[in-house]
């Protein structure tokens, strides 16, 4: 049965059979204090706001059965998969950056306790958690494989940030032909002024790369 979402540029219909929750990067790294989003010179509180309306997505998908994929940006610790040039751009002082020791470990590296998923949205053990080195979650890794096994069209993005790997993995998805809505109050940015302008970039020009929503609305659609 489908169902509708009330959003923007207009009302999306969906296959619950066929749309997952997908959550972009919620890790200690990037929206506890002491991991690479400080190590960058943010502040982490800004981000935070991301993730009760998350939780209450995540709960929802659950609850309904809906496939849910989670994402982790970082690297091997042997830091083979690391470009010189994000090690480079991504190193702020002399000690800082991917790879180097921090208080929740080496910052961006698989295995360490800031480069995983926060508490309060840990995987089930049946939900895909997707490595991904880059800012894009369909480079390098497995995605486009799990969403195709399972018959996904619709993609429900939530996570960190708007600007970065949301939109970036919202663009990948967007050309190999998923229906991506964004959920304006399940993501966030370092930059409020980056959130809002990546959301208006999505559901310009008549949906360019898809839609925009928030949390209530997306829960409403499965009421
Ligand atoms: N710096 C920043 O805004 N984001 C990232 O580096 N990665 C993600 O967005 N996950």
């Keep these: 049965m489908t169902r509708k979402i009330q959003a923007e540029p207009y009302e999306l219909v969906f296959d619950p059979k066929h749309t997952a929750l997908l959550i972009i990067d919620m890790q200690r790294d990037f929206v506890e204090p002491g991991g690479f989003g400080e190590a960058l010179g943010n502040d982490v509180t800004l981000v935070?706001?991301?993730?009760?309306?998350?939780?209450k997505l995540l709960d929802m998908a659950r609850h309904q059965g809906l496939c849910v994929i989670h994402t982790r940006e970082g690297h091997a610790?042997?830091?083979?998969?690391?470009?010189?040039?994000?090690?480079?751009r991504g190193r702020p002082g002399p000690d800082g950056g991917i790879g180097s020791v921090g208080p929740m470990g080496r910052i961006l590296v698989r295995g360490e306790k800031g480069h995983d998923i926060i508490p309060e949205l840990y995987p089930?053990?049946?939900?895909?958690?997707?490595?991904?080195?880059?800012?894009?979650?369909?480079?390098?890794?497995?995605?486009?494989?799990?969403?195709?096994?399972?018959?996904?069209?619709?993609?429900?993005?939530?996570?960190?940030?708007?600007?970065?790997?949301?939109?970036?993995?919202v663009r990948e998805a967007n050309d190999r032909g998923y229906?991506?809505?964004?959920?304006?109050?399940?993501?966030?940015?370092?930059?409020p002024e980056f959130h809002k302008m990546s959301l208006e970039m999505i559901k310009a020009q008549g949906g360019i790369f898809g839609w925009v929503t928030d949390s209530s609305e997306v829960i409403r659609a499965f009421r």
């Design 48 to 55: 935070r706001t991301a993730i009760e309306p998350t939780k």
């Design 77 to 88: 610790p042997h830091l083979g998969d690391l470009p010189p040039t994000k090690a480079e």
């Design 124 to 169: 089930l053990n049946d939900e895909p958690v997707v490595d991904k080195p880059g800012k894009g979650a369909f480079w390098a890794t497995d995605l486009h494989l799990i969403l195709q096994n399972r018959g996904i069209k619709t993609l429900i993005v939530c996570g960190v940030t708007t600007e970065v790997c949301v939109t970036t993995t």
């Design 179 to 191: 229906e991506c809505v964004v959920v304006s109050d399940a993501t966030g940015s370092y930059f």
